[in-house]
Every structure is written in structure tokens, then in C-alpha cells.
């Protein structure tokens, strides 16, 4: 289904749609058409994913058209935005986990193609895993469609507020990065207490983010409300991670459903 109303909010394309189904199916055609576009000039494409509630739904449309026989990964790569530290491969809880048990058991994907990063590393090679997985999306040539969800504090991937400058926040590499308790709270049920949520976590630095060709963010709900009308009507700053996305405007499309888009006044 189309979007109800499309608005452009500072150089951003913002699409705000019925509800997060039709969100979902119109983001799952953009990917399809990222896949056949990258595998046309360049013989693969290659996809930035996210984990979360949000794109639950997103996953379940690219299985449905990979079932109907229209949708192959065998020329895709992945790479996932973020995981915890330090999180077993096979926890239930790991975003490896969640990858596999949402999309990656489902479809084609080459298993050396689908990237997660391993939470499971030694201490002493844990920056050394995150700029070596900056260095596989450079040698893979870079993302050619990026998928974000947005947190309540507006991070993206689990780059958290921060007070550093503009300039110094865009420049973030992959890296490991301690989690806000904001965030940490958020998963304290799945974790059996606040105090068992890992503290510290592996992301994708804001740079690479930046440096996707296409970037879709996809918000629902009534708590994504206030993150994404701070990331787009807010000032451009690194304490709003999302507001961040705005140096890169003119590649960025916000897909939300009523709720999420309630405080930018439509
Ligand atoms: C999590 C993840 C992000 C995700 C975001 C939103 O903490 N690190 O990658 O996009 O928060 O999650 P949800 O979709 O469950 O609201």
C-alpha cells in the first residue's frame, strides 16, 4: 500500500503510512529493488539490516517474496548493525540469533555472506573485531541500502547520546560501545533483570552508517513519536543520534506509521 502522505522535512524524505504493514511491504520493494539495482551494475548488493521489534514484520515480507520465488540472497551480503558484548552466537537473545531464527533460516543467503558481529570474541580483540568488520564493508565495496530503527533515545544501531561535536560524531568507526541504562532498561525482562543486560555492546560506527547510498529508517508507534521528531525537527547534534542522519538528507528516507509521525504536526 502507498504511503498516506509524503513530506519533505529538511531535505529528508519522510513517508508516513497506515500502519506498520504497509510500511513494511513498501520498505521490503525498496530492498528488492536495492538487491536487483546492486546485482545489475555491480554483480551483488550489499545491505546494512537491523534487529529489534521493529523490522519483524519488514523480514517476514522478504521471506514471503524469497517463498514465492521472486527474491534471491545468493548474490547479497549483510552486515548487521549491531550485537551485544559479550553474548554467546547461540543465545536466544544474541541479534545472531534473532537474524537467523527472523530472516537468514529462510532464505538463500550464502552462510559466509550474512555478517553479525560476534560477541563472543576475547576482550583483548574486541576493537580489533569491530575495525576489521568496517574493513570487510570496505572490501565487500561499501553498503548499498541501509535498514535503521531508531531508539527512545533516538540511537541508531547502538550508537547511544553522546556529547561530542557534530564533526567528531559522523567520524565514529565501528567500535565497542557502552549502553546507556536508558537502553539497558528496555531489555531487562528478556534478560531476567536490568542488572543481567549486558552493559556493553559492538555497533557500526556513524560513519559507515553515512556512507550507505540509500538509507531507510523505519519508526512505529506512539514511543518512537518523540526520538524521530527530535531527529527531524530537533538541531542537528550528537546527543540525538537520529538528527545526525540529516547531514546526509538527500539519502534518507523516514518510513512511519501515524503514530511515530504524531509530533511532526501532519
Ligand atoms: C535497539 C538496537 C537498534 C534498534 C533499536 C530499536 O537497541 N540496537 O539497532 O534499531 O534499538 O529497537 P526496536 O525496533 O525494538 O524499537
Not at 521489534?53 to 517476514?60: D, G, K, V
Not at 568488520?133 to 531508539?151: N, T
Not at 565501528?174 to 525482562?189: D, G, M, P, Q
Amino acid at each position: 500500500m502507498a504511503a498516506l502522505n509524503i513530506l519533505e522535512i529538511d531535505g529528508s524524505r519522510v513517508e508516513i503510512f497506515e500502519g506498520p504493514d504497509a510500511a513494511c511491504g513498501s520498505a521490503a520493494r525498496r530492498i528488492e529493488e536495492a538487491i536487483r539495482k546492486g546485482v545489475e551494475r555491480r554483480g551483488k548488493a550489499v545491505l546494512g539490516l537491523a534487529t529489534g521489534a521493529t523490522p519483524i514484520r519488514l523480514y517476514e515480507k522478504l521471506v514471503e517474496k524469497h517463498r514465492a520465488g521472486g527474491l534471491s540472497f545468493r548474490k547479497v551480503s549483510t552486515y548487521n548493525l549491531d550485537e551485544y558484548y559479550p553474548i554467546g552466537p547461540c543465545d536466544t537473545r544474541s541479534y545472531r540469533s534473532f537474524m537467523v531464527q527472523h530472516l537468514f533460516s529462510h532464505i538463500d543467503l550464502p552462510a559466509n555472506q550474512g555478517h553479525v558481529f560476534d560477541g563472543s570474541v576475547p576482550e583483548g580483540a574486541v576493537e580489533e573485531h569491530a575495525k576489521a568488520f568496517d574493513g570487510w564493508i570496505e572490501s565487500d565495496g561499501g553498503l548499498d541500502w541501509q535498514l535503521l530503527g531508531l531508539g527512545r533515545n533516538a540511537h541508531i544501531g547502538f550508537n547511544e547520546p553522546s556529547d561530542l561535536t557534530v564533526d567528531k560524531a559522523i567520524r565514529l568507526p565501528s567500535r565497542a560501545v557502552e549502553l546507556k541504562a536508558e537502553t539497558r532498561e528496555l531489555y531487562a525482562e528478556e534478560f531476567g533483570g536490568i542488572d543481567r543486560v549486558p552493559t556493553r555492546a559492538l555497533t557500526v560506527g556513524v560513519a559507515q552508517i553515512l556512507a550507505a547510498k540509500e538509507i531507510v529508517v523505519l519508526a512505529f508507534g506512539p514511543n518512537k513519536a518523540e526520538p524521530v521528531a527530535k531527529s527531524l525537527l530537533g538541531p542537528i547534534v550528537a546527543a540525538v543520534p537520529g538528527s545526525l542522519l540529516r547531514t546526509v538528507a538527500e539519502k534518507v528516507v523516514w518510513m512511519l506509521d501515524q503514530d511515530a509521525a504524531r509530533l511532526l504536526k501532519v
